[in-house]
């Protein structure tokens, strides 16, 4: 029997492993596809995760980024530095499999081309049902057995479902993989605000090309993402016939909910675990996991309120503040126009969002002002 099987070998799933592993626990992480896998994502990636593991995150790096640009309608471009280090930029196939490799040295087993097909709890452990694939071999069947669960299958996966946590709704996000002839140099992360009702477009450069993603953060899914993806594909001089679309559920941050269950958690995008201002997901995921791993660590130790407590932590290290990214969101969205010329374009605007992602400043430290500019700037006469 395992101390905890780990379902989806993401971020959040590996970074877990990681915890565990290397706390001499027993470990199974799960992964359904076969890896390194492919994950449609515009990759993106605070530095400051770093400050919670204890190895070198290099490798896993395509490039840092250290601009941030942004537009309205493809015009009135505004460009800045960032005053906090650098942002990383990542294939996420690679740095997906660096975090697996790091569970593995850390003892954690990893078997990939896994379906998780259900879960049933019994007496003081879960049954996990799997189907692996054995290429010509045909598939095989398998009762696997664990003290505790953690459920890191992303948005679209069924385990929060099976353990009973609450449905979120889900955004259709698009992405675009273009990639160039020759190695670009580092640039900056560009935003626009203009071209999609009640959300953006973004574009992160690689080495070899572009991610570019869309998606909504209010109302309704995006409409025509890959239409939007192809006229900001434009802006950076390449084609996007020449690139790859695809769409993913984007499950945003809806407010605080219950992440436990008997002997079981729930971390990452699978728990809404997603910042509903920027959609950043991967910090978010790892922060939860590794919060997951502790208490399921404490757990197996004998505390009896680990479990539990783990989602009170997030509630009020993470959740409280993800209140006010949702806040300043439904302001800005429902304005895009005022907000992006009140709020984006003010020389502080770049300092504010690089000091967001390197942890140095919360939401709730900037959300009343930023909601009181836009605010003000809807009524005549106040909005100089």
């Known amino acids: 029997m395992f101390d905890c099987i780990i379902v989806g070998a993401g971020p959040a799933g590996s970074s877990?492993?990681?915890?565990?592993?290397?706390?001499?626990?027993?470990?199974?992480?799960?992964?359904?596809?076969?890896?390194?896998?492919?994950?449609?994502?515009?990759?993106?990636?605070?530095?400051?995760?770093?400050?919670?593991f204890d190895f070198d995150f290099s490798p896993a790096i395509a490039s840092e980024i250290r601009r941030v640009r942004y537009t309205w309608k493809l015009g009135d471009a505004i460009e800045a530095e960032l005053e906090t280090d650098p942002i990383w930029s990542v294939d996420r196939k690679v740095f997906d499999q660096f975090l697996v490799e790091q569970a593995q040295l850390a003892g954690a087993r990893v078997q990939d081309q896994t379906t998780v097909t259900g879960?049933?709890?019994?007496?003081?452990?879960?049954?996990?049902?799997?189907?692996?694939?054995?290429?010509?071999?045909?598939?095989?069947?398998?009762?696997?057995?664990?003290?505790?669960?953690?459920?890191?299958?992303?948005a679209k996966g069924p385990m929060a479902d099976w353990l009973g946590f609450r449905e979120h709704k889900l955004r259709a996000?698009?992405?675009?993989?273009?990639?160039?002839?020759?190695?670009?140099?580092?640039?900056?992360?560009?935003?626009?605000?203009?071209?999609a009702k009640n959300g953006c477009l973004w574009s992160f450069p690689k080495p070899q090309g572009y991610s570019l993603g869309v998606s909504s953060f209010v109302g309704n899914s995006i409409k025509n993402p890959e239409k939007l993806l192809s006229q900001y594909a434009a802006d950076f001089g390449v084609e996007a016939a020449k690139g790859r679309f695809y769409t993913h559920p984007l499950k945003l941050w809806d407010g605080n909910h219950r992440?436990?269950?008997?002997?079981?958690?729930?971390?990452g995008e699978a728990a809404a675990i997603v910042?509903?201002?920027?959609?950043?997901?991967?910090?978010?995921?790892?922060?939860?996991?590794?919060?997951?791993?502790?208490?399921?660590?404490?757990?197996?130790?004998?505390?009896e309120g680990a479990i539990a407590s783990y989602s009170q932590l997030i509630h009020e290290s993470w959740g409280a503040d993800m209140q006010w990214a949702q806040r300043i969101a439904t302001v800005f969205f429902r304005v895009p126009k005022i907000g992006y010329r009140v709020g984006i374009k003010r020389p502080t605007a770049t300092k504010r969002l690089g000091q967001i992602l390197a942890g140095e400043v919360s939401y709730a430290d900037i959300a009343n002002r930023v909601i009181k500019r836009i605010t003000t700037s809807l009524i005549p006469g106040m909005g100089s």
């Open 173 to 195: 996000a698009g992405v675009l993989e273009v990639e160039t002839a020759v190695p670009i140099e580092p640039g900056a992360f560009s935003f626009e605000f203009g071209l």
């Open 119 to 154: 879960v049933a709890f019994e007496s003081d452990h879960w049954k996990v049902f799997t189907t692996s694939d054995l290429g010509t071999s045909g598939q095989t069947e398998e009762s696997l057995s664990g003290r505790y669960v953690i459920a890191a299958d992303g």
């Open 275 to 303: 910042d509903p201002l920027t959609a950043e997901g991967i910090r978010p995921a790892m922060y939860s996991a590794m919060l997951a791993a502790q208490a399921v660590q404490a757990a197996l130790e004998g505390d």
């Open 259 to 267: 992440l436990h269950t008997n002997q079981a958690l729930i971390v």
């Open 16 to 52: 877990a492993a990681y915890h565990l592993a290397k706390a001499g626990c027993a470990v199974l992480l799960l992964e359904k596809a076969a890896l390194p896998r492919y994950k449609a994502c515009t990759g993106a990636v605070s530095p400051s995760v770093a400050d919670w």
